[in-house]
């Protein structure tokens, strides 16, 4: 294959489901759904290494220093994605609960059970892969 194939890099993902939403890993999870492809949970470091070098994609996802808040990379602003350029975060609270008892983008979310993506680090699963998210699949 080819090398970019096999060089570690930061890609988001999701829990495999039928529901249709990727916002459906919560903090406990996350380092579990990064090991099932051979992958780490990636820190902010990593996160911003990789937004410094092109990374983009609109979904908050849980790196593993920060249980407080998903973040995301943006290489510019788009409206309803954090409108601005850099590394994005979305407070726990405001994201949706895996027991549906808040309504997400509220700010009363129970961070316990917040859902995001995940964002790992490691050789990125071959496209077609049902739980890496789509735009990172190149």
Do not use: R
Not at 28 to 35: F, I, K, M, P, Q
Not at 41 to 68: P, Y
Not at 95 to 107: H, M, N, R, V
């Amino acid at each position: 294959p080819p090398e970019k194939f096999l060089t570690p890099e930061v890609f988001a993902m999701a829990k495999s489901n039928t529901s249709g939403s990727s916002y459906n890993v919560m903090q406990s999870e996350a380092a579990g759904v990064c090991t099932s492809v051979g992958a780490v949970q990636a820190t902010m470091a990593q996160l911003t290494a990789a937004q410094q070098t092109g990374a983009q994609w609109c979904a908050a996802g849980w790196v593993s220093d920060d249980a407080t808040a998903a973040h995301y990379p943006m290489q510019q602003a788009i409206s309803g994605c954090g409108n601005s350029a850099g590394i994005q975060s979305l407070d726990a609270t405001w994201l949706p609960s895996s027991d549906g008892s808040t309504a997400p983008q509220t700010g009363q979310g129970n961070p316990a059970t917040a859902m995001a993506t995940v964002t790992c680090y490691g050789v990125k699963p071959p496209a077609g892969t049902t739980n890496v998210l789509a735009w990172n699949q190149n």
